[in-house]
């Protein structure tokens, strides 16, 4: 069995989600790799130290590029900052390394769409961390939909909010910088479009809305410094759909009472689905002909949930879907995964976020495929 | 005490919603006129005859116009299908009553407008049915709003959906005809828009999208002939309120599971408020500060709550909206009222829908002030 | 058509229900009886010829006496205070009265036995205020049972609890005190277990527990007077129907958040179903072979709710419940009903909560049938 | 740093589920311990092996007893079939061992017993595997009962019910035994009971009903042959705590529509406090003076959530209280932790199940602590 040495950079929260997903895949499926954890790399040479032992990395480097050289390392994981994607996902490309990178790909389309010839160039498999698509219900989800469980679909509504930016007084952050791909519709809404595309196919045309409701923040906790702020705090559009399907799509940072709001309904001709994010174990559906909405648990007749408990109801966390994610890929350089969410696909998203900002500015009906990098 | 007989036309579901609202105004209230259920007018005379004794109503017409021209009539109030609302409104108009008519206020804008002129020009009391709004806990929501408990408002998110058409097989009827107001957006969704404006206020501009899922129906049930559908089966749209909100609205017919699915959330710089008109007596409130969602049940402290039970817990029902909506424009009636849902407002409303109905055919932003009587 | 006419004592709350109910039954139904609203009785001379004019009563007595012997008054509906319901429901009965009588029949058992005796001697119809019984949805819930869709009852929980005393500076009432049928068991709990027989049958034995938890209450709102408590401010049991069923039942008027929660849960071999008054247009339904439960909502499918609404999702009101208590009541005048409520079935309910009483102060199983008038 | 030697025997879901929790927890905390996953048993050598290389641990017997002799071990692990509990555990306090038993402790109240007094005589740190008290929104529940935010506790009414056995065809296995802590008492119910005393207290006294409901099932699935069933299907108790709450107490696995339904709700003077398994991320909350029930959902605040996510609303999984559980096993085996479930604990939990089978079964209240191992 091939062995696959993963060099993961980043140790914050990503970096950590990332390496209890590589030492869980192991014991909850049966792989097709012989995994290593090979390398961690932090600036820090201290904390990358420490951490590569608690979490059993072999090697810390402190230079990220030194990892990517590493020979033990035949996977790169990027969980850095958004801005730091794009040099660290080309240089990995250009070793010829597989690339594992956090969303969103790059920080403008234009980078993105570098990043999409320098993988297609390279040959090697590539993820995008869209890991609420790895949810087992959502899964079936999309199982449903594309196996006409549900007819022909209408509508997908869409809204992914959050409060974590409600209080006027949460200080200016690198979320708050158009240039490392700030904002709600990139932070939030970018995992939303990604869902609408994972469950209902390409999006042709897009209107939007978007607006800056606090436009300056403090520049640091409690700073009486204030730093004036340009990226959106809510978007809203409608979405065409290539396969005739509407939709609705909103994302706001500002909503009181929301944690993890990814939530959507999809409405079909033989039945109506939803789902939140915030209760990632249920499905609410309502097939032709019910009385109502039926409440669905996660259960082990869902084959990414089985890998974890064999009994419904007890519920799988947010990093069981980092694991699932990262089995997928495994699965991908094995050569034994389907198509998943690569750098084409995760292009794809970015290029529709960039035609929701061109929509939102120019307020008009915009064309996704017509968006090229200058778009942003 | 002044004495103020009703005149109803129409016996069907709403002219008996009107009848019990009438009957039950004065039990639940103290009113400010001398009530007297003078005339009800139906086509048939035996079922005018009828639901005259049955409902109490002194004497029955079976010609509309000999109902408006009763002297003992002083409030005519229409329930008849959409497309008779303007001759009948007209009618009364001309003889100087006031005038209590179902929603929608026409079938056209034009009309509308017509409407609009003469009820001026006569001076008289009107209020149009979007009893939704008479909720004792959607009037506390907008107190709510008035009064700055959310702070700035953000966003207004609604929904009015139902399934009452999502078979195919559910054949044509007038609903399904524009020339009589027929299709999601007119049906459904002008409950939502007035909604919408009593809450948050004026829409300045719309996008939208409308489409027919089925682009026939039987012409009857379980008749095999087809008939075409033009009307909308779902449309949804973007607004943009003039106190700087922004929303997003969509109405459907089809959605498997929903009966009466009136709903909105409403985000504010102070908090996020949601309803649910399938759960009438209910509101779900999250301030900033506070953990997570409330939910608030209707009880005594609201005053339209009040009128019926003293005790919380205990639900009002549609039709006790209805009493409160005839409460309110007898107050009106004797001069006690406040500005409420008269042919103005309604033609606000239609001019709204309008502007929804030009923005997705023109597939553009259209300013809602613009569109006049030739848009629809 | 048989001429009915009405004697309603008391004006309060229930006085108004009854009065709105009677008001409302005619417009919605067709009645089997000439329904004539004959007399009002309110020891306040004043207060009863205002509510007579109000509500449409023809007279106004201050003397309950004389309305009871008033020849127009063929049918007494009490809606005072419990300890005057035992006097007025055998001077009715007594005059060869129908009898409708508010919860609970009377504040002992041995006056509710003496009531039913005197009814079944008089021979007259008589009925008992449970009116949560008339929820259409109660009414399929009893269908569906009877009907066997469940399977076999294995088990009812049920609880009633609300919040109204929850504030230890709630004042003393008439609500506290044994002579007055107070107590969270007798004021709540009876209709909690009105229900648990009429959607399961008799109970056979129970054992319980009761706590006060709050000993002494101000005299009156912001008294420093304190007076002592002695009825129970929340009983538990458990519940051995005839029929193999068992049951938990709670009851509380101290649990913080809940305003009307008569709740119920009932699992059977082939399904699960719940319900909660706080919701009361609402069933919870999971079948077997179900993946999960069903919300289901009252429409016009069911009779009573037909009567008010031809839509599902528009919501029946608390007061409608009332008006379809007094159309069973009135079906039953005309000899048209069917068994019913009346004092026998309401003694059955004391008989109940005297069990618990029992069991709970001897701590130890009680057998219902064995529990007479000396029991409380 | 001490070095711990993980010994872990049998490799079903629960022993995969320790597995994963060994390995998570040292990348989830800082450790006091030096983990090593010194050895796994299971009886069938080939599995064992497979199970040690996937699961990462050094050895692999065939034997449970030499995994107990081997001097790497220095904490055992105990997740085989409950009758197998005490004998392996008997022998790792034998050799002076750390024990790590699933739940329940043992079989039979006599067993529990003898475990008790043998971890006390050996001094060595025990867990049980009530791994839901582990929850961080459960600690935080225990928090606010014990700190008083919740005033004096009135009542906790629990259930835990699922469907696992719902279907008549289900068949017999092992859990259907009384000889192996069968039934929905010992099975689903305990793990209520430990939630009970852990949140509130000692369970001073108790009454209960338990009923087979299907009294034979087929010997194994699709088998004609049938096998006489005599555990019970349902049980149900009144509960006495020793600070003067009292409660209700339902276990059933025959509920259709539940799949890890524990649940409940407690009432105390301050508040309404109410948690589902099923969700369990999220609390419910009244506190006095607030209009109705907040949604609380885990988040960062809570230390155990911080040890794998930074964000609210992300939710952890069951398998997370899991890692939970082990690390306050490892803090109490370092002399860093606190009162824990351990032998005493469970015999506690054990004696309380065995009261409700006396209560039961002699139809009265029976005082707890009366209850000896002949009880059962």
Redo the contacts between chains.
């Keep these: 069995m091939r062995e696959l040495g993963i060099g993961l950079i980043g140790t914050g ?1 990503m970096g ?2 990332h ?2 997903a590589f ?2 895949v ?3 499926f ?1 792989l097709p790799v012989n995994l290593r954890l090979a390398a961690l790399a932090d600036a820090d040479p201290q904390r990358g130290a420490e951490c590569a032992r ?3 990395f072999t090697t810390a480097h402190s230079d990220w590029q030194r990892l990517i050289d590493d020979p033990a390392v035949h996977l790169v994981a990027i969980t850095t900052p958004n801005h730091l994607h794009f040099p660290m996902a080309m240089a990995a490309l250009a070793a010829g390394k597989a690339v594992y990178c956090e969303k969103p790909l790059a920080v403008s389309l234009e980078q993105a769409e570098h990043m999409h010839r320098a993988a297609q160039a390279a040959g090697v498999v590539t993820r995008v961390g869209y890991n609420y698509q790895h949810n087992p219900i959502i899964e079936r989800a999309r199982q449903m939909i594309r196996g006409g469980e549900l007819g ?1 679909i ?2 997908f ?1 869409g ?1 992914f ?2 409060d ?1 930016m ?3 007084a949460a200080p200016w952050s690198w979320r708050c910088e158009p240039s490392h791909a700030g904002g709600a519709l990139a932070d939030l809404g970018s995992h939303l479009l990604a869902m609408a595309r994972f469950l209902i196919g390409d999006v042709q045309a897009v ?3 978007s ?1 800056t ?1 606090h436009g300056q923040r403090p520049a640091a906790a409690g700073s009486s410094e204030r730093k004036a702020i340009v990226i959106d ?2 978007t ?3 979405l ?1 759909f290539a396969n ?1 399907a ?3 799509f ?1 994302s ?1 940072w ?8 990814l939530s959507f309904e999809i ?6 689905l939803s789902f939140d ?4 174990n249920e499905l609410r559906l ?3 002909g ?8 996660a ?1 082990p007749t869902l084959p990414g949930y089985a890998a ?13 879907l980092k694991t699932l994610e990262v089995h997928e890929l495994l699965m991908a350089v094995a050569g034994q995964g389907q198509a998943g969410t690569d750098f084409a696909e995760a292009l794809a998203v970015e290029r529709l976020a960039a035609a929701i900002r061109v929509a939102a500015r120019e ?3 915009v064309q996704v495929e017509t968006v090229q990098a200058k778009g942003r």
Tied chains: 1, 2, 3, 4.
């Design positions: 929260f950590r989600a390496a209890l030492r869980n192991s014991a909850a049966e608690a979490w059993g022909q209408i509508s509504d809204e909010c959050e974590f409600a209080d006027p209107c939007a809305d607006q409701v705090d809510h809203q559009a409608l065409r005739g509407r939709g609705t909103s706001s500002l909503k009181h009472g929301y944690k993890n709001h409405s079909g001709t033989l039945g109506t994010q915030e209760r990632l309502c097939r032709a019910r009385e109502g909405f039926e409440r669905i648990l259960g974890f408990s064999p009994a419904p109801g007890h519920q799988l966390g947010y990093n069981e307020e008009r009906w």
